[in-house]
Every structure is written in C-alpha cells, then in structure tokens.
C-alpha cells in the first residue's frame, strides 16, 4: 500500500500522522528545528524560505490556538498566509469537502494546514490532490477526529530529545483520556519509532481505546503504577464533556484518581519532566503545583513548537 | 416476467454441470422445454432443440440467489443481477419509502416483472416506516408478494415491540429477518472496535453489539417460536451463538456478506471509505470464523449488494455511506473463496443457490426436473479485472476494483429465456 506522506524517493510530501513516519524522516525534523530555534531569538524573525509561497490554513473545526502557532511558522518563513474558517463559512452552505480544497487549489494554494473533526479527512485530502495530479501542493494535517496530530507529537518529541537527549532508556507516561486523543496517538507512534524503552497508557478503562497494546504501549490503571520510575509524564487534557457521563462518574473522583499531584509526582525519577499539549485543566488532570512546578516544560512546548512547524513547512516547501 | 417461452427448446451442452441441490457434479447436457427443467443427461423423448448453447469449459449451475440485493435503480441493478448469473435475489425494505405498504409491494413486483430479468422477492418492513414502534400490515404485504419480514438495518430498539412483531409473525408463520447489532452499543461507530479503529481514531463497533443482539433474537424466537434468520453475521462470537442454538434446536439461518469472506478490519488502509461496511469488516480471525461457518453450511452467502454513488464514498471515512457494490462480483468471489478454502465447488454453490433458496422459502436454486429454468453458465477460469468500467451497476464503489477475479458469466436463463449472454 502506498504510503501517503511520502513521494517515490521516500521523502515526505504530506504531514499526515507519525504512525508510518520513517525515525530518519522525524529526525531530520527534529534537527530542522533546531537550527530554526534561534531564528526566533533574532530581532527579525524571518527566514526567506517561503517566499512567494501561499499557506492555506483550513479550519473546519475551530481552534485559534494551533492556528496561531501554524500562521506564526509560517510567516517567520516569509510565506503569505491565509487563514479561513471553513466551519463558519462554505461548509455550512453545503460544499463538500473536495469542492473547497480544489476552489482553493485554483486560488495557487502551495501548502494546506487541514484541521478536521472527523478522522482521516487530510488523507482524503491528500489522496485527491494526487488522483488530479497535484503532486506540488502539500497538506500538513493540524489535528483529525481522534486520529492524529502530528506536529504536536513532533513537537513533544523535540521537547523530550532537548531535555533527555536520547530516547533509548526513556519511559513514558501518557496518562489520561487516550481514548480521544490524536495527541496520544501521534506521541505513541513517534516514540515507539524512536525506540523510547516503555511507553505507558495510564488511565481507566473507559478512556483507552480498544487493543491499545497493539500500538506498542503498556497498558496502566493505576496512576501511581503508571507514574512510578518515570523520564517522561505527558498529561492530556480531559475534554468537558466526558466529565459527568458513562465514562466517568465526576471531575473530582478523576482528579482524585488520575490527577497529576506533587505526591504522585515523587513516584517518577527526580529529574523527570510533566509536559502537556494544553490547555490545562488545572484542578482536573493536574494540580498547579505540578503545572506551574519546576519539572514542567509546558511552555517551552509552545517555544519548541513554532520551531518544528517551521520545519515541517520548510522540508514540505522543499520535497 | 416478459412473456414466455412459448414452447422454446433449448439445449445446453458439454458443461460441467454443478446442481449442489440434486447432488450432482459433472459432465451432463441440461434440456430445457417450456422455460423449464425437462431432463439432465439425455434428451427427453421428442426434443428439438431450437437453440444450443455450448457450454464447452464452462460450470452449468442454477442461477444464483441472493439474499440480499438493494435496487437503486431497477433496471440498471437487475441487468448487473443477471450479468452476475444472480436469477433471483431478495429485496430489503430500506427502500425510499420503506416497503411498508401493500401498493408499494405490488408496484416493485410488478415493474420487476414487466423488465423480465431477475426476479425480485421483497421483504416487507417489519413495522411501519421501519421506525421499530407499531407493526406493518404483514399479512396485507404478505398478498402483495412479501415472502419474509425484517428492518434491514434499522434495529428495534424496544425489546417489547420485537417480541410483538415475532409473536404476531410467528402466528402467520411468516419468516423474520434481522441484521443483529444493538444499537446502542453500535452508536457512532464506523468500524470494527480493534486495532485498526484504535490506531485510526475510529469510532469502534465493539463485537458484543452483534453478540448481544444475537442473543436476544435467538431467545424471543425461542420464545415465540418465530422463524428466524439472522443476517449479515460479522464475528466468530456471533457464529458461536448460532451454532450453539441450532444445535439446541432452534429453527434459526444466518448468512454472511461476500466481501466479508474475503476482508478484514486491515482492508480499510488508510481510510478507504470503500472498506466501510455495515456490519463493520472484523478482525481477521472473525473472517476465518465466517468462512468456517460457511463451508460448513451454517451460514448462506450473500452480495449484500449496495450501490453508493461517488457523493456517498468521497467523505471522510466515518461519514461516508457503507456498502458496496456487489452483484457482478458474488460468483466470482464465491470462486476465490472455494478455491482458497479448497472447498468443493458444488459445496461453495450451494451457498449461493440452493441454501438461499431454502432460507427465503422459494422454488429456485435447483436444476431438478420440472424447476423453472433458471441457470447460469459461467467460465470458471476466464479472468477479468475489476474495473468502474466493467460494472453494470450503477454502484462503482467496491474495496475489490483493480482486483484480478477469475470466472465470468457466459450465459444467463431465467424461466428458459436468455436474459444474459448466449
């Protein structure tokens, strides 16, 4: 089966997911940004490398924070960018999909950033582009459904190579609602190809996906077995809406067992760090002591962020 | 069906002759008189055959049933039908509007005899609008030509008004069809609750929906005493169950769809909304399960035939149609399938002639003298690729195009009239 992120020679053409993504392919990524770090540092934060070249930012689900951080990339690249808020707009007079990607393929779109509520819709994309033979614009997927977001995963991988340099003897914990989290999947396949020593999924029943096992991770229940000689914590943010229902009784009895406090912290290795996709809630998946505590790198994720979406973009650009 | 016969001769020669309800395999001439069955072997006294076909390397059959075929469009649908050797095949009431009403019965018997190619037997809705609250006039639909009663693929949710249903059906004898997913359970899933909607983010639809079903029809037939058959088995569990009933001597059938024969969860790639199906393609131990199930004769075979236009499949995974088109691909596939399971062809027919045949209670599915003759003559070898192209059907959409299929239709009869080939 062919793979849909890469071309013939093997380099990448879409961002779709890091499940599939080759170690080489992430860790040309990873050393991409690195050199873009310092770009941000600079009193002119540009770089020309997209110059002349138009980013679409396609949102059909709303999210004005990764929109933010995906426009920011995009102009320290010099690119045009254009934001459009499909949700609000052709959608809702009934275009379908394709007929609003080839409307803005005619309007010399060289790079979309597709963010979708339903699962698999950038592959759609991407696999039209091809089936019409535009082979030279690229889609970058900024969160499908539950299935992926793959520069968060890239992102947090940046963050855990900074301040672990190596990924051979980690052991990571993921701990929360896996079960709708593209975050968490994009994280366990990225550091399953980096070859990360144990990935755990850490949380009820309720909130892992089925067969979980099969991605590679080991499966906890119980927070402090799942926190317990720990490099890594990554928290998900538990959305509203699974709070009160079928798959969890309350906020508190979640918070109670599965929220990060400084106590279950001390189970992890001294050294290691909390990170989390945001935004947080504080009070519900972890206590402010944690979030706002010296072994949080919540914040320099974003920093890192911007850094490895301007490099996605720019090997995209040039692939 | 388009008149008649009007004493036409035919005689089919030099095929291989498979007629798996009359246990018979092999090189037999098969004479037709009068659109039917007149004798197999020799010529009955005073034949002159008026027209031969020379079936020359070629298997001479019944004319498949199918248990389910859903029909877009008439006539395109069942001009696929016959292209597909399929003679007769079983309507489901998830029309637009719902087969829950006499007249509508009445006008799909008729405008499908009025084209003479397949014949069409409708199933009735069970209850009104198929909504699963007050019953159909059964009895009413039963005269306009309904031979069974089901809600395809729309549960009732409310146990009560299912054991009504199967009680008040049960006193007519008439047969119930249902496709067991609870759907509560099944709620927003689009795949197969495993490994593959794990990883792709998919909503799952976990096997305990068909199983749990399952055990609640069985138990109101039980109850009832109504015929049941239980359609569209996905899951090695819910093969258990009907296996462990019949054995316990509950009069109940199940079939199995075609492509689920053949695929699993892993066919959906990435995304191939062509791969989404209702019940969802399982996990590759289930599909070894249903072919089991359906070597062994527990479970009838069918195209669970479904046209979705280009509109319906170009959607993300989760929000395009499930289905597929399947009439022209069933024999071919029931091919690959004997042929993979080293199964006896005569076994593998049976699947798709004569046990459906038996199942929805109709005189098909046979070569026996004095049957109707309804036959299909098809190359067991010739090999073809699926293609948008090569399907009449209106429905393109199927995980099977660009697959090499071997076995092709030369000639198909309905009531002795060639409707097909030649």
Known sequence: ?319 | MRSATNGTQIHIRNGRLIDPQNGIDGRHDLYIVDGRIAAVGSAPAGFAAEQTIDAAGCVVCPGLVDLSTRLGGLESELEAAVAGGITALACPPDTNPPLDEPGLVERLVRRSETLGLARVFPIGALTQQLAGEKLAEMSGLARAGCIAFSQAKHPIVDTQVLLRAMQYAATFGYAIRLQPQDSQLARDGVAHDGEVASRLGLTGIPVCAETVAIATALQLARETGARLHLARLSSAAGIALVREAKRGGVAVSCDVAIHHLHLSEMDIGFFDSNARFDPPLRAASDRDALRAAAAEGLAAVCSDHTPVDADGKQLPFGEALPGATALELMLPLTLKWASEAKLPLAAALARVTCDPAAILGIAAGTLGVGAAADVCVFNPEEPWRVTPETLRSRGKNTPFLGWEMAGKVRATLVGGRVVFGG
């Open chain 1, 1 to 319: 089966m062919r793979n849909p992120q890469l071309n013939a020679h093997g380099e990448l053409t879409h961002l779709l997911s890091t499940d599939g993504l080759p170690r080489e392919v992430i860790t040309q990524i990873l050393d991409t940004a690195s050199s873009f770090l310092e770009v941000s540092d600079r009193d002119v934060k540009k770089v020309p490398l997209l110059r002349g070249k138009s980013v679409f930012n396609v949102f059909f689900e709303n999210s004005t924070r990764t929109r933010t951080t995906f426009e920011i990339a995009a102009k320290r690249l010099s690119a045009d960018v254009i934001n459009l808020d499909v949700a609000r707009s052709s959608t809702a007079k009934g275009e379908t999909l394709l007929d609003t990607v080839d409307n803005l393929v005619a309007m010399h779109a060289d790079m979309f950033v597709v963010r979708h509520a339903a699962s698999g819709a950038p592959y759609l994309i991407a696999e039209h582009l091809h089936r019409v033979g535009r082979t030279d614009v690229h889609v970058v997927n900024a969160g499908d459904g539950r299935h992926a977001h793959p520069t968060q995963g890239l992102l947090d991988m940046y963050t855990i190579r900074h301040y672990k340099k190596d990924f051979s003897n980690l052991t990571v914990a993921i701990v929360g609602d896996i079960l709708h989290s593209r975050v968490a999947r994009s994280d366990i396949h990225a550091l399953t190809t980096l070859g990360a020593a144990e990935v755990r999924a850490v949380g009820p029943q309720t909130l892992l996906p089925t067969a979980v096992e099969k991605m590679g991770v080991r499966v906890c229940h119980d927070l402090r077995e799942g926190i317990r000689g720990c490099d890594v914590v990554i928290m998900l943010r538990l959305q509203n809406e699974r709070m009160n229902g079928a798959l969890l009784p309350s906020a508190r009895e979640y918070f109670k067992c599965y929220g990060l406090t400084p106590e279950v912290l001390a189970l992890a290795k001294p050294d290691a760090i909390v990170m989390h996709p945001g935004p947080m809630n504080r009070g519900v998946e972890i206590d402010s002591e944690v979030a706002d505590g010296p072994q949080a790198v919540i914040l320099p994720q974003v920093t890192f962020g911007i850094a490895v979406r301007m490099a996605v973009m720019s090997i995209l650009a040039g692939n």
